[in-house]
């Protein structure tokens, strides 16, 4: 059985500034998105590009799975094949990839979020959102006390 996001990206350091941040991304994710991690990998998961197939995780809403794949290298294809993805603003992109106190850093992670093209209409909703959002939440590489 697969562990859960916690268990594999967090919980095995939590005194890291690294993961603290990490925790904290997470939970805004899913307190934005009012996703749950999912256990199950949907039908569609075969048609993710395995080159960005990082740090993946499976996040359900009360209808759908989604796919989080967060590579240190991206390389986005052109035509995904029936496939719909969201790349995620820094702040909210819970892997990182790394951690840096430099205010200026980038995280060495992109999140990306797959889904199914059928979901199109609500993977638009969802961006918009993630983005407002994402507009007044802290940079990625904060740590709260």
């Known amino acids: 059985m697969m562990l859960s996001y916690e268990d594999r990206y967090i919980n095995h350091a939590p005194e890291l500034l690294e993961t603290q941040a990490r ?3 997470l939970n805004l994710f899913k307190s ?5 991690e999912a256990r ?9 590009p395995r080159r960005l197939r990082d740090h993946v995780s499976f996040f359900a809403d009360d209808r759908h799975v989604y796919t989080l794949c967060e590579p240190y290298h991206l390389d986005l294809p052109e035509k995904l094949n029936g ?23 980038e995280p060495g992670t992109t999140s990306l979020l797959f889904g199914s093209d059928r979901q199109k209409s609500r993977f638009d909703e969802l961006r918009l959102k993630l983005i407002i959002d994402a507009w007044d939440s802290p940079r990625w590489n904060v740590v709260e006390s």
Do not use: C, H, N, Q
């Not at 199950?40 to 993710?48: A, D, G, H, L, N």
């Not at 790394?98 to 850093?105: E, I, L, V």
């Open 23 to 25: 925790r904290r991304r």
């Open 32 to 36: 934005l998105t009012g996703f749950k």
């Open 40 to 48: 199950r990998k949907p039908s569609y998961f075969e048609r993710v």
């Open 83 to 105: 496939l719909v993805v969201i790349m995620l603003p820094s702040e909210v992109g819970p892997y990182g990839g790394g951690w840096s106190s430099d205010s200026s850093a």
